[in-house]
Structure formats: structure tokens, C-alpha cells
């Protein structure tokens, strides 16, 4: 085409095109400058919308983990209550007396609350000895035991979900 044979330029059309940077000699078309500036613009709203789409996964982990945090930071408090009411019931001398099965009821209400926040008591007691969830505290000759070997659990440990709140203290056979 030759100059004359253009296709007239609307000056509403145009107006809100940006002119982009080409070679002097290479022109483009108002078409194909729309059609460069809608790519563009397609691109930006694309990449927004990942942007927008990472946004709100990671505001929603991160919701989740503050949750859980509150969660251990919770338990890590009611633990030791926990662990009080365990050491009265094992002081009691009579285990019919009223006294020690309204601690026992007590206690089972704490131990349910516990594991329906999901915080669970870490098992122990003839298993090996792991150091992500044991704190050895004591060793002990035990005949029969295999050695690394828990024997006793001195103190219970806890997890929630799987993340360790308090590791059981333990004795382990040598």
C-alpha cells in the first residue's frame, strides 16, 4: 500500500493507543498496534491474576499456621495442669474414694479436649528410643529389654498433628 491508500485513523480509535517503539522504516498499522497493546494488556491481566491467585494461597497458609500456633501455644500452658491432675491421681491412696474418681473425670474431660484440638500423647513405653520424640532423661540395666529400648515414661509427651509440643520424658534400657 502506498502512502496515500492507508486506511483513515479514527482520532477516537487512536486516541488511547500507545505508540510503541519500532524501526523507523517498519510502521505499524492502528490494527496491528491494537492488537500488540491487547497482547500486552492480556499478559498484565494474566499475570495479575497469578499474582492474585499466589496472594491468596499464601494469606490462607498462613492463616492455617497462625491457627496452629495458637493451638501449641495453648496447649504448652494446659500441659502442666494436665500432668498435675495425673500426678494426684497416682498420689491417691484410695481409688474408691469420691474424691479420686471426681479427679479421674476431670482428667479424662482435659485428655478429650486435648485430642479433639487433635494434640495426642506421644506412645512410649517399649518402643525405641527416638530423639525427636524422647527425652532420655535416666538409663537403666533392664533384663529383657532390648537396648534403646524405652522402659518407663516419666514424663508424657505430646504432638499435634505431627509436630512435637513436648517430648516424653523417658528412662531407656542399656
Given at each position: 500500500m502506498e502512502k496515500n491508500d492507508e486506511l483513515p485513523i479514527d482520532d477516537n480509535i487512536a486516541e488511547g493507543v500507545e505508540v510503541l517503539d519500532t524501526e523507523p522504516e517498519e510502521e505499524l498499522s492502528i490494527e496491528e498496534q491494537l492488537k500488540v497493546q491487547n497482547a500486552?494488556?492480556?499478559?498484565?491481566?494474566?499475570?495479575s491474576l497469578a499474582e492474585f491467585d499466589n496472594f491468596r494461597k499464601r494469606t490462607a497458609k498462613e492463616k492455617i499456621d497462625m491457627f496452629d500456633i495458637g493451638i501449641i501455644s495453648m496447649a504448652e500452658r494446659i500441659l502442666p495442669v494436665a500432668d498435675n491432675f495425673l500426678r494426684a491421681l497416682n498420689a491417691?491412696?484410695?481409688?474408691?474414694?469420691?474424691?479420686?474418681?471426681?479427679?479421674?473425670?476431670?482428667?479424662?474431660?482435659?485428655?478429650?479436649?486435648?485430642?479433639?484440638?487433635?494434640?495426642?500423647?506421644?506412645?512410649?513405653?517399649?518402643?525405641?528410643?527416638?530423639?525427636?520424640?524422647?527425652n532420655a532423661v535416666a538409663h537403666e540395666q533392664v533384663e529383657g529389654?532390648?537396648?534403646?529400648?524405652?522402659?518407663?515414661?516419666?514424663?508424657?509427651?505430646?504432638?499435634?498433628k505431627d509436630r512435637v509440643i513436648r517430648p516424653s520424658m523417658v528412662k531407656v534400657a542399656n
Open positions: 500486552d494488556l492480556l499478559d498484565k491481566l494474566q499475570r491417691a491412696p484410695d481409688k474408691e474414694d469420691n474424691m479420686y474418681k471426681g479427679i479421674a473425670m476431670i482428667y479424662k474431660q482435659l485428655e478429650d479436649a486435648l485430642e479433639n484440638a487433635n494434640i495426642t500423647p506421644i506412645e512410649c513405653v517399649g518402643l525405641e528410643f527416638n530423639p525427636n520424640l524422647h529389654e532390648a537396648e534403646n529400648t524405652v522402659v518407663e515414661e516419666l514424663q508424657k509427651g505430646y504432638k499435634y
